[in-house]
């Protein structure tokens, strides 16, 4: 397998908790899309670009890789099952090694947390200790090794969206 | 003692080792001081403000310092030699204890590699294993509990230079 730059990016801002009868439903708020575009006009900006956005299926998940889409960061937009709450990296991590094109090097993953952060941690440290801070609309980047990727991946980049104005 | 939030920055781009007899007088290079500029102004729009600027003894960590200092990013810089190469964590969490004013409580090191991402790690994990890609001219940013700091820090931001343009 190629090495893979993997971008986490948690959904923006939502409506609270708890005040939609199916939590999968709960949109953006205005703020919440308002401050996601800034960041997605920043990675443009900062020149990122990504061969695939991978979106948990819950709404205000698909609503942040729409705003990512709109921002022209990719062209392509995949709905997974792996990235709604609770699933599992090693799942995830058999569909990069069997599913995924071989093309598809640079990725984005917009999902929840504690998930992601967990899952960055697993990456990197080969276990999670819930040392990561990432904020709603935050992005977190790991450079994956060919082979071997748990406890062998590199942070590079780890931003809340504060600095991403 | 207060939380503490913590930067980390490395120097900036220095001459080739081996080009100076003593490595320690290695300068900065004009391509280095012009992104360590850069960076210095993406921190200030960024509304960073540090309470004390600690930094390494040897010259390209000053230098930086200073273009920090340059950048109103502080009024104030110290020399600390906890901060050159080789220097123990142990002993400058010493120094945080004990010999920081406990006004300042938003603190930058300037420093070396592999010191910082490995004191960041220890901080953050309670040990390092080299995961952290610390680029120079790049930024840690890690949050203090109040007590018992190893492995129970948090890392809220890393950051190569090329995202603070």
Known sequence: MSSID???IRHGIAGEHGSYANDDERPLTAEGKQKTRQVAQRLHALTLRFDLILTSPL???RQTADILLEAMLSQTVQVSSHLAPGGKLEEWLEWL???????????ALVGHEPNLSTWAETLVWGEARGALSLKKAGVIGLALPEQSLVGNSTLFWLTPPRFLR
């Open 97 to 107: 090694q069997d599913g995924r094109s071989p093309d598809a090097t640079t990725l």
């Open 59 to 61: 709404v205000r998940a």
């Open 6 to 8: 993997l971008y986490l």
